[in-house]
């Protein structure tokens, strides 16, 4: 090569091939244009783009994005393997530019000047189909090996059941996939039975979207694939069974037209049947509860916002059994015990540290010792000994060894329960003081009170020196005073009513303020039982008082899933803490879209390939079959990985702050935001690219909505395909594996040793696992509303959501039989939610189809599908008065017959509602191996797989 011809730099290549790839809607489009821009000046390529972005006519020389793409320009080896050695020579020189590139971009990311994702072509389909089917055939070979190697992670149920509660029995044979016969003919009666209403109504949720996608997509193969076939339009791949191969105007668009209609009307027949159902499965839970459940809370009502005269327990009895009288069984207020909390906790880690003290001996034969203050790990409930256990004197005096300091050496059994003694003497004492204090309430002045009094006081003085101000004819408030002092006296008018009047919005408010920044003993919640079901009704219907601030009731919920941490926080106190997340949350949405658009937009090898360390991936690029992979499987993972991270964050924003009280609540916060992060990650950063774009277009001119939603998400067919096929093919079998359950006792297993750990920690790895409807209701969602979008515009998406569906109800009906074990019941509260948000969904695929039959120059079409929207919207509102508000409490009516069909009186108990650090006896420690749980593993699981040892005990 000659000091004249120009060099051929790998970088600037790439740069401008991320350029051009950056405004391209289709990832493998991006190598014909850019091959055709190569020897174009920079600042004729960016003028070119400027006028692309603002004038619509423009006709920048491009692919139709539904013909098919012409193959990536091929390089000759050698020629490319000298570029490189020129290349990584001047290595230095282009990581600065990649970096300055690299900030640029990232600037336009900020800015909104992305481009979502881009679509999947059909042979970049197929690969990625490949490999996910070879990944479902490793990953259901692993689970039917570790299913048999491990059996206590895929038959967890049965370690907490009785046998006659363990309903499926899946028959032990060397052939692979032998519990599908069994799993696949469990009625729904088992179903309900193991599960519980909260599972059974989930997997009745899974069966409603199978029915829906599998009807709609079979009519929709049959009735909308010839007529998109023969549209004429000279679409192909994904777009011939498509309306983009529909000619504008043409007469075919009514028929997608009509399918919408026929579509909403299937989907709320189908559930308004399932509501049905629903209703009456609800009002035998209200009225029987579960079979676990303590009958007491059917009986029981959590009050709210208790005036501070009424906090004890037998002030708060006295006002039910005026209003109700002898109908009052207990009552209990709630209090703010963090001091017994902290003892209760330290006591609690004294009888597990006597406990793991006691498993050392049973398991060396003989005492341990340890340093007084020595750090310990905890890793999923499993405490290890002392970090360090070298050093240290032996304390021999009996006063040392009954106070040691720390760095003395103890024996440990000895000194832990020396300690437990001690504690349980402490928490004894203090349970006596909290107890009296709650049963007879503070006698102190309230707060409010005595700020009542000094707003009274202060009032009176500022009315005595304004009268003084005023003529004795008087009757206006400008002209009724002293002209010569006319205008103090109307500053002191305006200053003392300004004053006085955020001075009583702070009296109205001053027990919200002391209950959570004083602190107060006595909470503003309480728990009253009764003694009949028809009161109970009578007074969760009725307002007990005429200001609505105060004595708010609802159905208490199951003692199971009371956070008891949070529940003597003020309720307007947690409202308002919502209110703030929602507000970040809110914002968070803004910015994750840009962190998935961002993601998304480098998730090809193209962009991978400007990448220190991975400019491999651009010798690799030759290869048609390595970049159809990447382009074609890598943005989908990468868009499930990142929206998986969402409930963790979510989850601990409801609980640590906004103090939710109850396990319930905190799932259905869950399904709510990941729901609609989901819509956000669709419908703006998958499609639309930045949410800052979006927004402002929309802000500025409304009616752009339709044209947003019409122009990219139709063009986006092959990358949902592809996602689809991903988490049939490879999520599902996921969750079958139970990764992170195995991956926790593998790591268990290898990092402690079965006869050193104590029964509390066996119990413990063998935990049991609920459902969480708050995790997996939005995953269902998400390809429901996938499947909506496209359902008249692109009907082939839909078998695949009925596969996934179908598979879906297979392996969760599996865990809820063999896996699952409810630690508490709500009686499917979460289904009405869910069904409300399959409806939002609907009405989003409505408004992405007006959109692009009017980008399909339609004008009819859009008009008849507009009141589509509306009549969706109508039925949510009818749907939660019809079904929604009555399932949410018992009529009057049939509480009163239940009443009356009672033969037999329930024995309550005044502690259930108690919190449990109140209730708790002395403890005690744990036998090294004798409970309830380990006769039950010992039993109901034989010893087979290498994980057991010769007498059947599990090594973990």
């Known amino acids: ?282 009002m035998q839970y209200l009225s029987e509860g579960d079979v676990d459940m303590n009958p007491q809370t059917q009986h029981s009502l959590m009050v709210e916002n208790i005036p501070f005269d009424l906090r004890s327990d037998k002030a708060l009895f006295q006002y039910f059994d005026t209003l109700y009288p002898g109908k009052i069984h207990s009552a209990s207020i709630v209090l703010n015990i963090p001091d017994l909390e902290k003892v209760a906790a330290k006591r609690k880690r004294a009888v597990k540290r006597l406990e793991k003290s006691i498993a050392y001996y049973e398991a060396k034969g003989k005492r341990g010792t340890h340093v007084v203050g020595r750090k310990r790990c905890r890793c ?145 919640t309480g728990f009253v039982t009764f003694n009949d079901m028809a009161s109970v009704v009578a007074a969760a219907k009725s307002p007990l ?99 998986s991270l969402l409930p963790l964050i979510f989850q601990k924003v409801a609980q640590n702050f906004e103090n939710r009280k109850t396990k319930s609540d905190i799932q259905h916060s869950i399904m709510g935001r990941y729901f ?44 949902f395909v592809t996602l689809l096929v991903t988490k049939t093919l490879a999520g599902l079998p996921i969750i079958q594996l139970r990764l992170g359950s195995l991956l926790r006792q593998t790591f268990l297993r290898v990092l402690f040793r079965q006869k050193f750990m104590t029964q509390r920690e066996l119990d413990e790895v063998y935990r049991r696992e609920p459902l969480l409807g708050g995790w997996e209701y939005p995953n269902i969602l998400f390809v429901v509303v996938i499947c909506f979008t496209y359902a008249c515009i692109s009907p082939i998406i839909l078998p695949f959501g009925a596969i996934f569906f179908l598979g879906a109800l297979i392996v969760y009906k599996k865990d809820i039989l063999l896996v699952y074990t409810p630690a508490h019941e709500s009686g499917g509260t979460m289904f009405p939610s869910a069904c409300t948000r399959v409806l939002i969904g609907l009405i989003c695929g409505q408004v992405t189809l007006i959109g692009y039959t009017i980008l399909q120059s339609s004008f009819y079409q859009p008009l008849v599908l507009l009141p589509l929207p509306f009549i969706t919207y109508f039925m949510i509102n009818e749907f939660g008065r019809i079904y929604q508000s009555p399932s949410e409490i018992l009529s009057l009516e049939r509480a009163t017959q239940i009443d009356q069909k009672s033969m037999v009186k329930i024995r309550f108990d005044e502690d259930l509602y108690r919190q449990p650090v109140m209730a708790e006896q002395r403890l005690e420690p744990l036998p090294y191996r004798v409970s309830l749980d380990s006769l039950s593993m010992s039993s109901s699981i034989s010893p087979v797989g290498v994980l057991h040892t010769d007498v059947g005990n599990k090594i973990v």
């Not at 393997?81 to 290595?91: A, C, E, R």
């Not at 009315?463 to 005073?481: C, D, H, Q, W």
């Open 1 to 282: 090569m000659s000091a004249d011809e120009p060099k051929f730099d790998l970088l600037e290549y790439s740069v401008l091939h991320v350029d051009e790839v950056f405004e391209s809607d289709l990832a493998h489009h991006a190598y014909s244009s850019t091959h055709r821009n190569l020897q174009q000046p920079e600042e004729s390529f960016q003028e070119q783009q400027q006028q692309q972005q603002f004038d619509p006519n423009f006709a920048a020389p491009q692919q139709n994005y539904y013909t098919e793409q012409q193959p990536p320009p091929q390089v000759d080896p050698y020629t490319l393997q000298n570029q490189q050695q020129q290349y990584y020579g001047q290595q230095t020189t282009n990581t600065e530019q990649f970096y300055n590139s690299f900030m640029d971009k990232f600037n336009g990311f900020a800015g909104g000047e992305i481009n979502g994702a881009t679509d999947v072509n059909v042979s970049d389909a197929m690969t990625s189909f490949g490999f996910n089917a070879t990944l479902f055939l490793v990953l259901l070979a692993a689970y039917e090996f570790m299913s048999r190697l491990i059996p206590s992670v895929y038959s967890r149920r049965k370690l907490h059941v009785s046998d006659d509660r363990f309903a499926i029995n899946i028959p032990r044979s060397a052939m692979p996939f032998s519990w599908v016969p069994s799993v696949v003919r469990a009625s729904w009666s088992t179903v309900q039975k193991c599960g519980g209403l909260d599972a059974y109504f989930f997997l009745r949720f899974v069966k409603m979207c199978f029915k829906i996608t599998a009807v709609s997509g079979l009519w929709g193969m049959i009735i909308l694939g010839p007529v998109f076939a023969t549209g004429g339009d000279g679409a192909s791949g994904w777009y011939h069974f498509s309306m983009a191969n529909v000619r504008r105007g043409s007469w075919r668009i009514w028929v997608p037209t009509l399918f919408m209609w026929f579509l909403t009307f299937f989907v709320l027949y189908v559930m308004n049947e399932e509501y049905r159902h629903y209703l009456d499965l609800r």
């Open 380 to 524: 999923f409930g499993v405490e290890t000994f002392p970090l360090i256990g070298f050093g240290g004197k032996m304390t021999r005096d009996e006063d040392e060894i009954r106070s040691p300091q720390r760095g003395n050496r103890v024996d440990s059994i000895n000194y832990y329960r020396n300690q437990l003694t001690d504690l349980n003497e402490a928490v004894e004492y203090m349970q006596r003081e909290k107890r009296t204090l709650v049963e007879e309430g503070n006698d102190r002045i309230r707060a409010s009170v005595w700020i009542s009094s000094v707003f009274d006081l202060a009032s009176d003085v500022a009315a005595k020196s304004l009268a003084r101000n005023r003529k004795k004819e008087s009757t206006g408030l400008i002209v009724g005073f002293d002209k010569k002092k006319k205008s103090s006296s109307l500053f002191k008018q305006i200053f003392f009513d300004f004053f006085f009047g955020i001075f009583a919005f702070l009296n109205r408010n001053i027990d919200v303020v002391v209950d959570t920044v004083s602190g107060s003993t006595l909470s503003s």
């Open 545 to 643: 008082s005429h200001d609505p601030d105060v004595l708010t009731v609802s159905i208490a919920p199951d003692p199971r899933e009371i956070i008891w941490e949070n529940a003597h926080l003020n309720i307007y106190y947690c409202r308002g803490r919502e209110w703030t997340a929602n507000i970040i949350i809110g914002f968070g949405a803004i910015l994750w879209s840009t962190v998935v658009a961002s993601i998304q937009a480098w998730a090809t090898v193209d962009r991978l390939a400007t990448v220190p360390g991975l400019y491999w991936m651009e010798i690799m690029n030759i290869s048609p079959t390595f970049t159809s992979f990447v382009n074609g499987y890598l943005p989908v993972v990468a868009l499930l990985g990142i929206i």
């Open 676 to 719: 609609y992060y989901q819509l956000a990650n669709i419908y703006v950063t998958v499609t639309a690219g930045s949410i800052w774009t979006s927004l402002g277009t929309i802000l500025d001119h409304p009616g752009s909505i339709f044209e947003i939603m019409g122009k990219s998400i139709p063009h986006l067919v092959g990358f």
